[in-house]
């Protein structure tokens, strides 16, 4: 599509800071348009899970007037996972939502209305993550360990390729299920050697709680990587409303650039927002590892959430071997690349 320029300028930003201050939209009922005569627009927006490093973008976007500029007042909400992310966008519960690719999938493959729009972490962070100075530094040295594992997730489902692409058998490593909310006591109790998940979330936490040194043996660093979090929309907003979808992406994506360009800013924006936050240090390292994800060798120098066809076949690719979505999805099942940011 041909793309309007939604952006404000700085005299209507002005004109509207009050109002937006003050909770106003540009309609009675929050829908519509992000507009560019100095409105804007009320967004819910639900985060995959409660705000940590990851999500420190939004609200550097929202501090930084990035998204105001292009007529949207942001609403961030918490999130209890992808998949019920995923799920309350469907339903229209939220506008829209920051998911996993694998939840965004599956859910799409069991009928959930919805779409990605802009995939912004694009390399796995899935990851075996170990304490440094436990002596396992190379795939082969997690022979004869135990590994935390929650049963269903992204992570585990792909954990039997990632040994196979490293060249061991899944009996050379004993895994033990364990609920994601205990994976990361397990590890700093001694119950296992290390656990399987997602290294810009856990990593940093286990590290500042422990006081010790976290490696990673990343999936990716195995030549196995598939995508990860991005923008969800309802495909009843992607058919009436793609201009504001498309302001929604475009500031996103500025907002990313933004807070990788300063990454300490970008986190400090998040300083009281959520009391089940980490704290700050654990905020940086989590933002500073997120950094690493954010593009593949096909988007290299491209502005964040830029997609490319071939990472997205090859998420399917890797996801549908896995059995985490159908073996007959297309890219554009699961994908619309009409809002790719400029």
């Avoid at 090859?314 to 009409?338: F, K, P, W």
Wanted: charged share 20%; hydrophobic share 40%; aromatic share 8%.
């Amino acid at each position: 599509m041909k793309k309007r320029n939604l952006a404000l300028s700085s005299l209507a930003v002005l004109g509207t800071a009050s109002l937006a201050l003050a909770g106003c939209s540009g309609s009675d009922d929050g829908g519509g348009s992000a507009s560019g005569d100095g409105e804007t627009t009320t967004v819910s927006f639900m985060l995959n899970w409660y705000p940590y490093g990851e999500h420190a973008p939004f609200y550097y976007g929202v501090e930084q007037g990035i998204f105001e500029e292009h007529g949207i007042d942001l609403q961030i909400e918490a999130g209890q996972g992808s998949t019920k992310t995923a799920q309350a966008v469907g339903q229209e519960q939220v506008d829209f939502g920051w998911a996993d690719a694998p939840a965004i999938m599956a859910s799409i493959d069991s009928g959930v209305g919805i779409q990605s729009v802009a995939t912004f972490l694009q390399v796995t962070p899935s990851a075996v993550q170990v304490f440094s100075d436990e002596g396992i530094e190379t795939p082969e040295d997690l022979k004869g360990k135990t590994i935390a594992v929650s049963a269903g997730d992204a992570p585990t489902t792909t954990f039997p390729l990632y040994l196979e692409a490293v060249g061991l058998e899944e009996s050379d490593v004993s895994q033990q299920n364990v609920d994601p909310a205990g994976k990361i006591a397990a590890m700093l109790s001694g119950q296992v050697d290390g656990l399987i998940g997602f290294a810009h979330d856990q990593g940093p936490t286990i590290a500042a709680e422990s006081g010790r040194d976290v490696s990673y043996l990343r999936y990716s660093d195995a030549g196995l990587s598939f995508f990860s979090n991005g923008i969800v929309a309802p495909s009843s907003t992607i058919e009436s409303d793609p201009e504001l979808i498309d302001a929604l992406v475009q500031a996103t994506s500025e907002a990313f650039a933004a807070a990788k360009e300063d990454p300490e800013a970008a986190v400090a924006s998040m300083e009281g927002k959520d009391p089940q936050m980490p704290d700050a240090e654990v905020l940086q390292g989590q933002w500073e590892e997120t950094i690493k994800l954010l593009e593949t060798d096909a988007t290299a120098g491209q502005v964040p959430g830029t997609n490319a066809v071939e990472d997205w076949e090859n998420t399917i690719e890797v996801l549908s071997t896995a059995g985490l979505t159908a073996e007959d999805g297309t890219v554009d099942t699961y994908y619309t690349d009409e809002f790719q940011p400029e």
